[in-house]
C-alpha cells in the first residue's frame, strides 16, 4: 500500500480546482487560491512528483463516441493462481470496451466495468473476454440511470 501524503489548505485548494479542471492556466488557479504563481506552480510539481496527480486527461462524453450504455459486469472464478491472474490481466486489458477492473471481497471475484453501444455490442465484448480467459460465472447488470458519477477523489 502506498504511503499517504500530508496535504495543506493550498495543497487541498489545488488538488480540488485541478479535479474540476485540469486545463486552467496556473496563472488562473494563482490567482483562485490566493498563490503567487512559482508558488502554485512548484507545488503542482511536488504533488506530481510524490504521485499525488498521477495524469491530465479529457473528459468526454460517451453517447457522443457511440458508448453510452454502461455494464458492471461481475465474474466468479474457480482459480486464482498466479497463472490464471496473468491471463485474466491480460485478458481485460486488451479489451478497449472495458474502463475499469476491480478484485473483490466476498461472493464475487472482479467487477468490471464497461462502456458499450448496447445490448448487442456487449453481447459480443462477452464473447470476446471468455475466449481469452476461463471463466466461472459471469453475469451483467445494465445501467439504466446514472445518477452520479465522478472521476473527482474526495479531498480529505
Known sequence: MKE?????????????????????????LAADIALSRNACW???????????????????????????????????????????MQQFRRAVESLPEIVGVYRAAGDIDYILMARV?????YDRLYQRLIEKVPLTDVSASFVMEEIKETTACPIP
Open 4 to 28: 499517504e501524503i500530508t496535504l495543506d489548505a493550498n495543497d487541498r485548494a489545488i488538488l480540488s480546482r485541478l479535479q474540476r479542471d485540469a486545463s486552467i492556466s496556473i496563472e488562473a
Open 42 to 84: 512548484r507545488r503542482i510539481q511536488r504533488l506530481e512528483q510524490e504521485g499525488v496527480i498521477t495524469g491530465r486527461v479529457a473528459l468526454v462524453d460517451p453517447e457522443r463516441l457511440g458508448c453510452g450504455q454502461t455494464v458492471f459486469v461481475l465474474v466468479r472464478t474457480s482459480r486464482h493462481d498466479h497463472d490464471w
Open 117 to 121: 453501444a448496447s445490448v448487442k455490442a
